[in-house]
């Protein structure tokens, strides 16, 4: 047994013990640095919307004449609101939406996807951003899931609506 042992240490080369020590040491601040680095966060722009999205969002649509000034809209003064559709954003801030609205009392429009709206979008770098329809109907939004989805709600002032998108 004594014998194996040393035929073992005679085939390693020798090494000081302070140059053990020192690769040793080197290699674990290496592991540990790659262990608790960071990830870096993701800087969002334009171009992180680009292509085609499916989306739907429901809410609720004013119905009837506008209430006094300063007065709130009670809820009977609401009709729901549905609306599914294809959005294709071109990476520069601009996009087009083919949608199909239900206004839950029988009204739809845009049945055989011939809505067709256009608009603009803005992206900040931390990925929220707005997209604003035609009548200034904005859109406040998150891009989530490495610009795969958005989730959003509608800020014009007489609708209440939110909904989200996922890249096809």
Known sequence: MKNQNTTFTRSVPKMSKARLFRSVLALGVVA???????????AYDLSSLNGSYA????????????????VLRPISGLAPEYAAGLWTFDGAG?????LVFNFGD??????????NLTGTYTVNANGTGTMTLPGNHRLHF??????NELKYIGTAASEVTAGSMVRQ
């Open 32 to 42: 540990l640095i790659m262990h608790v680095s960071l990830p870096r966060a993701e």
């Open 55 to 70: 989306g739907s969002f429901s809410g609720l649509t004013p119905i009837g004449p506008p209430p006094p000034h300063g």
């Open 94 to 98: 601009g996009f087009t939406a083919l």
């Open 106 to 115: 029988g009204l739809i429009f845009g049945d055989n996807w011939d809505l």
């Open 142 to 147: 998150v891009i989530g899931a490495g610009g």
